[in-house]
């Protein structure tokens, strides 16, 4: 089977940090899900997983953590799922990655793809929906059938993947009005145009800019998605008494953590892996997630987030599209479709 590795931690300018190679069909385990993968998406994680670093693999290593794709093969164990089914997922971290044309998942984290979606547009999905539902619904304890509605929420880094969901879900789900932040004249169209209330600048110090939306200056709850010790200390100063800071993107050092006492406001992690990788009792409710994120696109509740799609899938669209995350200026997500250049198969 056709699939796009890597065997050297390399810069992405560098031809040899992906390589298209050929790999033998993986066998399923009695959870998991065989699927012939159509499509696939890049996040951040990516980048930070292949980033250079003096290691070398003895055999190719399959990256990538978001796809679409059709059932070829079931475990034992496996229920609710069939051959023929189209699902999508994020995956597991601790496994070898969805870029390969058959790829391994474990049933309960895969969801059925939204029947509105192209198998492009599903692939765009599973890790920033799960993310930013995980983060707002159950790290954060914000209400996804409305009893916070009219509280104020400040996203930092609206435009990116988990930002331009949990905008939504935000919004369309919780009530909440929400605060985006944003920097230049085309993301700050795309938040607006996915409902985001105001837009400040995350270049500025964000509890200046939250000064002139807000009568205080403070928010209820803080979502960081863009360099956490960057703006620790505005949100130290930003957050409401008695709210709640939650963050997903890691740090070099320790945080001071102080400041939030005196207000009795909380701080929380979200990692979106956490609960395949440890194999939580409650791992299944990523699944649910996705089901339920399948039905709010179907309902046109919820708004795809692809933004560009690149194709074939291969090891030069591959290094396009990371060479993209890291110059830091995308909006929305990049895809990439099929596995044959003359298909239009989407």
């Not at 993968?37 to 990516?46: E, F, I, K, L, Y």
């Not at 044309?101 to 029947?115: F, M, N, S, T």
């Not at 008695?242 to 979200?270: C, H, N, Y």
């Not at 090891?315 to 044959?340: F, Y």
């Amino acid at each position: 089977m056709k699939a796009v590795g890597l065997t050297h931690y390399l810069p992405i300018t560098d031809e040899q940090s992906f390589l298209d190679i050929e790999l033998q069909p993986p066998t399923p385990g009695p959870f998991d899900l065989l699927v012939r993968v159509h499509a696939v998406s890049v996040n951040p994680v990516d980048t930070k997983v292949r980033a250079p670093k003096p290691k070398v693999e003895p055999e190719p290593r399959v990256l990538g953590w978001d796809a679409a794709g059709e059932v070829v093969a079931v475990g034992t164990e496996v229920q609710g799922f069939s051959f023929g089914d189209q699902v999508y997922y994020a995956g597991d971290i601790t496994r070898s990655g969805s870029n390969a044309e058959l790829h391994l998942v474990d049933a309960r984290i895969a969801g059925k793809k939204p029947q509105s979606s192209s198998f492009a547009e599903a692939a765009a999905l599973p890790l920033t929906a799960i993310t930013a539902w995980e983060v707002l619904f159950d790290r954060l304890g914000i209400s996804p059938a409305g009893e916070h509605k009219g509280r104020s929420i400040l996203i930092i880094g609206g435009a990116g993947g988990v930002g331009s969901i949990a905008i939504q879900l935000a919004t369309q789900l919780a009530g909440l009005r929400v605060i985006a932040t944003a920097s230049r004249p085309e993301s700050t169209a795309w938040v607006k145009s996915l409902g985001a209330h105001e837009v400040i600048n995350h270049r500025d110090p964000i509890d200046e800019g939250l000064k002139s939306v807000t009568a205080d200056g403070s928010v209820d709850y803080i979502l960081c998605l863009n360099s956490t010790q960057q703006h620790w200390d505005a949100m130290c100063r930003a957050i409401a008494p008695q709210g709640k800071i939650a963050s997903i993107v890691e740090t070099s050092g320790p945080l001071d953590i102080g400041p939030l006492m005196r207000k009795s406001a909380g701080f929380v992690w979200e990692l979106m892996f956490t609960r395949p990788m440890f194999k939580t009792p409650d791992m299944a409710k990523q699944g649910e997630i996705l089901n339920k994120i399948a039905s709010l696109i179907d309902q046109g509740i919820l708004r795809n987030t692809t933004n560009t799609i690149l194709s074939p899938i291969s090891a030069a669209n591959l290094r396009k599209a990371h060479q993209m995350l890291e110059e830091g200026r995308t909006i929305g997500k990049i895809v990439l479709s099929s596995w044959d250049a003359s298909s239009n198969e989407t």
